[in-house]
């Protein structure tokens, strides 16, 4: 229930839609952290316990140490070193005061800590748990160290990348901790909303070989359906063609045809008309099979104008086109701007200086602004134990 100080005169969540939640984060690197930062963007307090002196890894990862900023904004950090009794008993005093936990060590870590969860059940029986990992708590792999290059070439997801006759590529961005990240906060909050119902907590075993699985399901269900395995096509779709990018005079855009309609439309533009008195290319299926010499004329046609032409041509038909955009194009572009999906945060904390990163893909549910910016090694120590202890009673964190 969200209590009426919560709403503004609009009905709008002036906190988050998770305020009152609070979250123990003893995760480090890039998916536990992104999972975190997005229940913080939701209005929880994270608590970011990290090593004394040394803290989360990802801190000394640049510069311009790009992933502990764009992954720790909305969390206090506090140093508590996990590796001692008093800090282990730290820990279990916050999480007595806590509704979630996220960790992401590798699997066994949390037990040599006595933190794992059959242990705190006990104390906190209604705590939610994820376990975030690369290949899970169970299974034959599960003990394996894991980041995300080593579970886009386990998923497959590398050999589904690339051109054909090139080397498997990973993906752009990191994107099994991502989808990871994504899929342990689906996971977290429907585990709350259970918890309504039954006032008890659950175990949460997220793995990222398994979220990378369902991005690769149009493949999976192809290759159990026809034993025949998906090809590298690059840019391309392999059942749809022409689908994927294209060079023009001065740069690159993509265009998707990808029904009968939208073919007509294509071939309505006057450079590319003659290409309705090829056969092989009447039909969608015939266009796949042949798409080798279909492909070879549009290229030659496109390379003769500038994208700014080809896209305009597309437009007024309504085919879906875009240009390929540089990211200093993105970090200018207006829709991004006027979307507000750029956030500025300040780090190092104190130091003035603003670094632009992306915000969240929601509307309306979240803060409307950043409340914290990333948090400097231990800056709310102090703060997070005279909140646990008061201020006579503060223990070292280790």
Partial sequence: ??????????????????????????????????????????????????????????????P?????????????????????????????DLIRNADVLVE??????????????????????????CSISAYGQTGPMSHRPGIDLMVQAVSGLMSQTGEPDGRAMKAGGPIADIVGGFSAVVSIMASLMERRETGRGRYIDIAMLDALM????????????????????????PLMAPYESFPASDREFVMAVTNEKAWKAFISIPEFAHLD?????????????????????????????????????????????????????????PHIRER???????????????????????RDVAAPRIQRDPPGLGQHTREVLEELYGPGGIKAAG
């Fill in 340 to 362: 507000g999906s750029l956030m500025e945060i300040e780090y190092p904390p104190g130091s003035g200086t603003r670094v632009v990163i992306p915000g969240m893909p929601w």
């Fill in 214 to 237: 369902m991005v690769l399901n149009q493949q999976i269900v192809t290759y159990t359906a026809t034993g025949k395995p998906y090809a590298r096509v690059g840019n391309a779709h």
């Fill in 64 to 92: 311009p140490f790009a992933t502990y900023m764009s992954s720790n904004r909305n969390k206090r950090s506090a140093e508590v070193d996990l590796h001692t009794e008093e800090g282990r008993n730290i820990c279990l």
């Fill in 277 to 333: 008195e090829v056969p092989e290319f009447r039909a969608q299926v015939d266009r796949n099979i042949n798409r080798v010499k279909m492909l070879e004329e549009i290229y030659r046609v496109f390379r003769a104008k500038p994208a700014e032409y080809w896209l305009a041509e597309l437009d007024k038909r309504g085919i879906p086109s875009e240009p390929i955009l540089t990211l200093p194009e993105v970090v200018s572009h």
């Fill in 1 to 62: 229930m969200v209590s009426s100080d919560t709403i503004d005169s609009s009905g709008t969540l002036k906190k988050g839609a998770l305020n009152g939640i609070r979250v123990v984060d003893v995760s480090r690197a890039l998916a536990g952290p992104f999972t975190t930062m997005l229940m913080g963007d939701l209005g929880a307090d994270v608590i970011k316990l990290e090593m004394p002196g040394t803290g989360d890894e990802s801190r000394y990862w640049g």
């Fill in 104 to 129: 992401n060590f590798r699997p066994g870590t949390m037990k040599r800590f006595k933190l794992d969860y059959e242990t705190v059940a006990k104390i906190k029986p209604d705590l939610i748990y």
